[in-house]
């Protein structure tokens, strides 16, 4: 009998964050998988240390984060290669996704190779936007606002269309695109109260108002822009 | 010494979906104060029973949930009155709230009329839409796509426009407006992928597509847009 894939959200990066859920899941796991980018240490594997067991395999896959589309889609092709030969052995995998599987992860190209074929099951997992307005204590959502989780690697003018109907927003991706970000927030009028939280929830935690950020951000940085008078 | 108050988020349902965090400052608080609309019993309270010790005394809320806006300043005005006196006393308070406090919650009503005077802290939980998701096995955001949660409530133009630079959506509170949020999504060429999650995680969680429902949809039910072929 073949194993199960489990995709697990292991939150924004303090073990506390995790669900309990998540926790039984991957403690049940024969095999626990994870990305390793560019030969950086897994994010989500330290967050999700603790719920381990010392007897289970680890399957660590590389993952080329800037590459080409196709290094990309390679890479995705082996990782679905050697979970396959574990299912097909009959060992349960839990592949560890930063913050919610489904919400910009690996873990989407994976289940698309392999749920035709395999059980695969999806663990939810707390979104790290939503530990960043937990710092900031700002609301994403009253009454008949919208909210909206807005990739900042998106042309000015798609940036432009998607910001100008939501009330509140989550930028992701900033990275390299901070300043750019910066001019359209200014042209709608809601740089003022755009914050950049960055590595939410762990050690590093810092928050600052993007009008203070004078270049470009890191990787792990979400810009929040909390809805403004009450709707 | 004042208490704190924490709007602690409990996730959509299913205790197993709590994270480590909530049920650590849950199991602390001296104080358990959750909504009570209109007389039903509390979801939040039942998803968190087995967090909450005997020993904490227990602050049920009323809240009419479909009342005029005067009466529901003025239910959070005498529910911030009532926590008042335990944080002035001392005690810790534990708001719960469903999914993320930050999030359509009365957490914000609450929070704003009480952050001024007290330490407040927010404890963020699952959002709903990421259960749902979940369940269906559906991406919600890949690469540069747009997520959104859109409000059901909001007339037909205003729905529009914000479903149309959106890759992917939940529209919460569709409840009597499935019928007419259908024709929308009918006309932007959404409707044939929009699914109907009603109670997710828990035991009357049903699935199903939202062209089978004739009429309204209950409270709790969500309908999921995921996004369409890859972006």
Redesign the interface.
């Known amino acids: 009998m073949n194993g199960t894939l489990s995709g697990v959200?292991v939150?924004p990066g303090?073990?506390?964050?995790?669900?309990?859920?998540a926790?039984?899941v991957i403690g049940a796991a024969d095999v626990v998988a994870f990305i390793g980018a560019d030969g950086r240490p897994s994010r989500a594997q330290s967050t999700a240390a603790a719920a381990i067991r010392a007897q289970s395999v680890l399957l660590p896959i590389d993952m080329p984060m800037r590459a080409d589309p196709d290094a990309g889609q390679a890479a995705y092709d082996l990782a679905a290669t050697r979970i396959t030969r574990h299912l097909q052995e009959g060992r349960n995998v839990a592949f560890l996704c930063e913050g919610?599987?489904?919400?910009?992860g690996s873990f989407?190209y994976l289940?698309a190779r392999l749920?035709d074929r395999f059980t695969?099951?999806?663990?939810?997992?707390?979104?790290s936007f939503?530990?960043c307005?937990?710092?900031l204590?700002?609301?994403?959502?009253?009454?008949?606002?919208?909210?909206?989780?807005?990739?900042g690697?998106?042309p000015d003018d798609a940036l432009r269309?998607?910001l100008a109907?939501?009330d509140s927003v989550a930028i992701i991706k900033a990275g390299r695109h901070a300043s750019r970000i910066a001019a359209v927030l200014d042209g709608l009028g809601m740089l003022e109260r755009a914050m950049v939280v960055e590595e939410v929830s762990t050690e590093r935690q810092a928050l600052r108002p993007l009008t203070t950020v004078p270049g470009d951000l890191p990787y792990f940085a979400t810009i929040i822009i909390p809805a403004g008078d009450p709707a």
Chains 1, 2 share one sequence.
């Open positions: 959200g939150g303090d073990p506390e964050l995790m669900t309990f859920l926790w039984r919610d599987p489904l919400l910009y989407i289940m749920q695969v099951e999806v663990v939810p997992g707390l979104p939503a530990a307005a937990a710092v204590r700002q609301p994403l959502g009253r009454r008949s606002e919208s909210f909206g989780i807005v990739p690697t998106l269309a998607r109907v939501l």
